[in-house]
Each structure stands twice: as C-alpha cells, then as structure tokens.
C-alpha cells in the first residue's frame, strides 16, 4: 500500500509505529465511503507488515476527532437488506483481523460513529476538553451499533444515558476517566505526543507476544471464561516460543516505572 496515496488520512510509518492522523478538519472529520475504503485498506496493511508494531490514531483540526458519518455525504448501504452490512465495520481494526494494538489520542467532540474505532481501541488517551456522545436518538434514528460495542468496555448504564440523552449530554473526558473509559486525560498540546510516547514503549517490546496477547483479551470477550481461558492456553502454546526467540532477557533494559 502506498502510504501518501490516501486522501481522507495522512499516514506515516516510522520506527515501527503507523500513526494515522483524520485529515477532514473541515468536516469535523466525518467518515465517508472513501475513508471507510481507505480504513480497509489500513488496517489490512497494519495487519500483514511486519514492521508496523503498533497504530496511533489521532485527528486534525481544533474543534473535534470525529463526529461519525458524514451526513451530507451519506455512507453506502445495498438496496438489498438481505445483502447489507454494518459500514462500520471497515473502521474497527479488531473486525478487519488488525491484532496491532491501537492507541487513540482523541480531543473534541467524539460522536456517533468515532465509537467505531474507541470501541475497539486498546488504549485511549483523551485531552482534557474531548466530550463524548450519541446524536442518533435525538435525529430519529436508531442507536444500536456502535452503543452495543460500547456495552462491552464501559458499564451499561453509561451507554444507555449516552444513547437516550442524544444531543441534550455529553460526557466530559473526566467523566470517561471515571468510568474506565479512557485510561488517561492530559492537556490538549501534550495529547499527541503522549500518545506517541505510550505507541514506542510498546513498539520497543517483542511483536508476537503483543499480538498474542491482544488477540488473547479481545477474544474472551466473545466466549465464556472456562473457554476464554483454553483459547488462552492455546495462544500461549502459540506464541510463546515465538515472543521468546524474539528477545534476548540479558539485553532487556531496566528502568524506573511510572506510577499513573
């Protein structure tokens, strides 16, 4: 894939991070069919080069990350119901066989589908004016898709205020701190290279034992856990002797953690 051929994004691979900046600013970074295809096509590029240890997302402009599909565009959907499929499935790393890990470094609004890419986001960092919400309701629409893959990282009743409050609430990104959403809240000229900072620390670790270990959490998701622990066996049988060829322990670095 030819990285400076994308129209929608800008994407950059350097020192085994791809850092993919929404590049629709004036559109308050909306989706539409063309960055959908391009998100495709991202993802299957992250997927299958092995130089691409970890994905950053972030976006251009001041006022918002994303707010969702673009509405004057529209997004595709088959005349035939039979044959539709959720759009947003091109957007989410996990649902494209992406086991990078992704950061997200948003700020701004974050709306409707921008959940796509959060709700399957191994870390979230937010700026401290990022505000979170679902207009769906308040068009007429339902709210259904991107509130179900919410369900699974943060309690119900978060979604559920989320959804049926519409455009009358947004959450604060104190608020999401609170509730496990994002795991960290810095000052909006610190969001970008933070989130750079956190994508090289696990860039620098073995590859397969980051990937083994994503694919390992995601999916338990999706099984009980008396299953999600034999899979778990499964990828340690896996990817363990892969992780280990990967790194030589007496060269492993020490240094001072950090407490969060």
Not at 103 to 132: K, P, R, T
């Amino acid at each position: 894939m030819d990285l400076t051929g994308t129209t929608t994004v800008i994407a950059e691979l350097k020192d085994h991070v791809l850092t993919i900046t929404l590049d629709r600013p004036d559109k308050l970074n909306s989706f539409t069919d063309t960055m959908r295809a391009e998100f495709r096509e991202l993802w299957h590029y992250a997927s299958e080069t092995d130089d691409v240890h970890v994905v950053v997302l972030r976006a251009n402009g001041e006022r918002a990350f994303s707010t969702g599909v673009d509405v004057h565009e529209g997004t595709f959907l088959s005349d035939n119901v039979f044959s539709r499929r959720d759009p947003g499935v091109d957007l989410s790393p996990k649902q494209n066989n992406c086991w990078k890990p992704l950061v997200c470094a948003v700020h701004g609004m974050v709306a409707g589908g921008a959940l796509y890419w959060l709700n399957e986001a191994d870390i979230i960092v937010a700026s401290e004016d990022a505000q979170f919400f679902d207009p769906h309701v308040s068009y007429g629409m339902v709210a259904a898709l991107e509130p179900i893959g919410l369900a699974h990282r943060i309690p119900i009743g978060e979604v559920l205020r989320m959804v049926l409050l519409g455009l009358d609430e947004r959450m604060s990104a104190k608020r999401a701190y609170e509730i496990g959403f994002v795991s960290e809240i810095v000052a909006r000229d610190a969001l970008w290279d933070r989130a750079q900072q956190l994508a090289e620390r696990i860039a620098a670790k073995p590859p397969a034992a980051i990937q083994g270990s994503i694919r390992a959490i995601w999916e338990s998701k999706d099984r009980t856990r008396s299953h999600a622990l034999a899979a778990g066996m499964m990828y340690t049988d896996l990817g363990n002797p892969i992780g280990l060829a990967q790194v030589d322990r007496s060269q492993v670095p020490t240094r001072d953690y950090e407490v969060r």
